[in-house]
C-alpha cells in the first residue's frame, strides 16, 4: 500500500461510481480472456498439444524465443534483478512472475 503521508490530499480516493465502473470493466476483461482461453482450449486436441511441443523442443536449440518459452514452461525462468547505486541508495527491482 502506498505511503499515504507522501500523497497529495484527495489524489488516493476514488469515487463509489469510480470503484463501480473499474469492478465492472475488471469482470468484463476476466470474463473475455475466459472465453478466448476456453475456446482455444476447445479446438486444440491431445495431438495438436502434442505438435506443438515437438515443434518448440525441434526448434529449441537455433531459436532464442523456443528455448526461452520451455525454460519457463518448466519453470526454469531466471530471476531479474536489476541494482541501481546512487548517492548511498541502492534501488532493487525485481522481476517476479
Same mark, same amino acid.
Given at each position: 500500500? *502506498?505511503?499515504e503521508k507522501n500523497l497529495k490530499p484527495g489524489s488516493h480516493k476514488l469515487t463509489v461510481e469510480e470503484q463501480s465502473r473499474g469492478g465492472k470493466k475488471s *469482470? @468484463?476483461?476476466r470474463r473475455e480472456n475466459k472465453?478466448? %482461453? #476456453? $475456446?482455444i482450449l476447445e479446438r486444440m486436441g @491431445?495431438? #495438436?498439444? #502434442?505438435t506443438m511441443i515437438d515443434n518448440l523442443i525441434a526448434r529449441a536449440s537455433e531459436d532464442t524465443r523456443s528455448f526461452e518459452?520451455? $525454460? #519457463?514452461t518448466i519453470g526454469? %525462468?531466471? %530471476?531479474? @534483478?536489476l541494482n541501481v547505486q546512487g548517492d548511498g541508495i541502492e534501488i532493487r527491482v525485481h522481476n517476479v512472475e
Amino acid at each position: 500500500m *502506498a505511503n499515504e503521508k507522501n500523497l497529495k490530499p484527495g489524489s488516493h480516493k476514488l469515487t463509489v461510481e469510480e470503484q463501480s465502473r473499474g469492478g465492472k470493466k475488471s *469482470a @468484463e476483461v476476466r470474463r473475455e480472456n475466459k472465453l478466448i %482461453k #476456453d $475456446r482455444i482450449l476447445e479446438r486444440m486436441g @491431445e495431438s #495438436d498439444w #502434442d505438435t506443438m511441443i515437438d515443434n518448440l523442443i525441434a526448434r529449441a536449440s537455433e531459436d532464442t524465443r523456443s528455448f526461452e518459452v520451455l $525454460r #519457463d514452461t518448466i519453470g526454469q %525462468k531466471p %530471476k531479474d @534483478e536489476l541494482n541501481v547505486q546512487g548517492d548511498g541508495i541502492e534501488i532493487r527491482v525485481h522481476n517476479v512472475e
